[in-house]
RNA sequence: GGUUCCUUGGCCGAGUGGCUAGGCGCCGGUCUGCAAAACCGUUUACGGCGGUUCGAAUCCGCCAGGAACCUCCA
């Protein structure tokens, strides 16, 4: 590789050279949904960031195994519900089991992410299933004086900790700092200190996702399932943590403190985080309740969208920012990206049909290394589809019959768009215009299409006219190029 | 209050010292029976005030505004 893979590591808030700890293999962990809702727009983002990531690693000739969690159990609620968790809190309400509503949004998640295109992971581990794992984590830190117990719950002793490592070394946060903000949470009085975080929980009676442990009957603390399920599929010491950057604090410098305490050193090389969805300029989250589902967007289906939005436009929308940058939603932008990406589509559509020439008249040589550096500059994908906005204006000058491409020339266009739009930035193509898309049913609509030609040859207009409005009105979009219509199924 | 970070043209969004980012939109032109599409061209930038430098959107300081985290969050 003429240009190695450099990624934003944000434990040293540096760019730093990805150097694999077991080449050719290569292992990351990304903090994957709590199911307790649909999947709305933010949890797109980091999906779709790591899915580039996957692929670009893959490309790149590693073996990659991608862990990517299911949040099933903990995440306490900070209200009335002592100890209970919001798993098991929905399930109440709806009077389903637990596992039933972990099931049920995890469908729906899955079948949201396929829309998107993005690769399912190595391993999707469940936390419920890994109860005996993070017993044993705790056990671990227990043992080694970092954690203490106390009214059949443990807690991680983060002042006993911080006085041989440090704690806040990925958020830059120091615990004199912290000792005066932490708020009053639930359980505070069994703790030696406020900022304490807890391992292992004790259920209260009413509490029905429970497990036995050596402490107490109850479940494990919400920053366990990362550190144990990492370890278990990734090892000791792995590559590559992702997730958001709302994860930063508290639940990665748990993960840390939690690695550090029970085997003396963090188990990552990398640490990344995307940035967040912003609806105007505020963060789209499930708290502040101003979140848009992925089923909202595909369908139209909601008061703030002026109209559906492919899963794709969805892709390419968020593809079009840095991942570390923050994107707010609008549909203007969200507009903007639907039609750029279908002058990108088209433009590969006219490349097929390009005839080669002897001669090229434009130099695409450079094009795919500036796309690699770009990519290569930790993962820079609004520069790499600038160039290949670059190529489509050079493909449309070859369409006008301004410019030619030899055989070669071609070809590497077309592994250009095939490499950098399909395989690496995962967008597919037919998507929006597949939908009941035979054979017949196409040469159906040419059929048309050449009766309307013959009509213009008569310069028979209304008959022209009649046949392109009325495919219009049923969805069709006719454009008319030298060398005859051309017609595709808009959204 | 603390920690981290952001402020680019009508909108979105790249860019860490000098070279046209890109997309969408607008306007003009080419093409077209008309339109759409396509192509060409044009236009509007770096929150404010200072400083460093031959030269700053890019580095430093101050000010203004905003965000994330400090509670579950992607």
């Known amino acids: 590789m003429e240009h190695p893979l450099h990624i934003y590591n944000t434990l040293t808030r540096k760019k730093e050279q990805f150097i694999p700890l077991h080449a050719p293999h290569s292992g990351m962990y990304v903090c994957g949904p709590t199911v307790y809702g649909d999947p709305h727009l933010g949890h797109a983002r980091p999906a779709i960031t790591f899915d580039i990531l996957f692929r670009y690693l893959q490309y790149l000739g590693y073996k990659v195994r991608y862990v990517r969690n299911i949040t099933d159990v903990g995440h306490l609620e900070h209200d009335a519900d002592a100890g209970e968790d919001k798993i098991a809190k929905k399930a109440r309400l709806e009077q389903l089991e637990p596992m039933e509503v972990v099931q049920y949004y995890l469908n729906r998640y899955r079948d949201a992410m396929k829309a998107l295109n993005v690769l399912p992971p190595s391993i999707e581990p469940h936390a419920s299933g890994h109860i005996i794992e993070q017993i044993e984590l705790v056990k671990h830190i227990l043992d080694n004086g970092f954690a203490y117990e106390s009214e059949g719950s443990v807690y991680f002793d983060v002042e006993a900790y911080d006085k041989k490592h440090r704690y806040g070394i990925l958020s830059g946060r120091n615990i004199e700092d912290m000792l005066n903000t932490t708020r009053a949470l639930d359980g505070q009085e069994e703790k030696r200190n406020p900022i304490d975080f807890a391992l292992w929980k004790k259920a209260q009676p009413e509490h029905i996702m429970r497990w036995p442990s050596p402490w107490s009957d109850g479940f494990p603390g919400w920053h366990c399932e990362c550190t144990a399920m990492g370890k278990k599929y990734l090892g000791a010491h792995f590559d590559i943590h992702g997730g ?222 009649k046949i392109r409005n009325e495919l219009t009105a049923l969805g069709f979009e006719i454009k008319d190029t030298k060398d005859g219509a051309e017609w595709k199924l808009a959204h």
């Open 244 to 465: 958001g950057m709302d994860l930063v604090f508290p639940h990665h410098e748990c993960e840390i403190a939690q690695a550090v305490a029970s085997q003396g050193d963090d188990m990552v090389r990398y640490w990344m985080h995307n940035n967040m969805i912003t609806v105007n300029g505020q963060k789209m989250g499930k708290s502040l309740g101003n979140f848009i589902t992925l089923e909202e967007f595909f369908t139209g289906s909601h008061a703030m969208l002026a109209q559906a939005y492919s899963p794709m436009t969805i892709r390419f929308f968020i593809l079009q920012a840095h991942y570390r940058s923050t994107v707010d939603f609008s549909n203007e932008a969200l507009l903007a990206a639907e039609k750029g990406l279908a002058r990108l589509m088209d433009a590969y559509k006219s490349l097929l049909k390009l005839q080669p020439a002897d001669v090229s008249s434009a130099d695409i040589s450079s094009l795919r290394a500036k796309c690699i550096e770009a990519m290569n500059d930790d993962l820079n994908t609004p520069i790499v589809i600038s160039h290949l906005f670059d190529a489509v204006r050079l493909i449309n000058t070859a369409k006008d019959g301004k410019g030619t491409f030899t055989v070669a020339d071609l070809s590497e266009l077309r592994g250009l768009f095939e490499l950098f739009l399909f395989t690496l930035m995962g967008i597919t193509g037919e998507a929006a215009a597949a939908g009941g898309g035979t054979e017949a049913f196409g040469k159906a609509i040419d059929l048309l299409l050449t009766i309307r030609q013959q009509a213009k040859a008569n310069k028979d207009w209304a008959t022209s006219d």
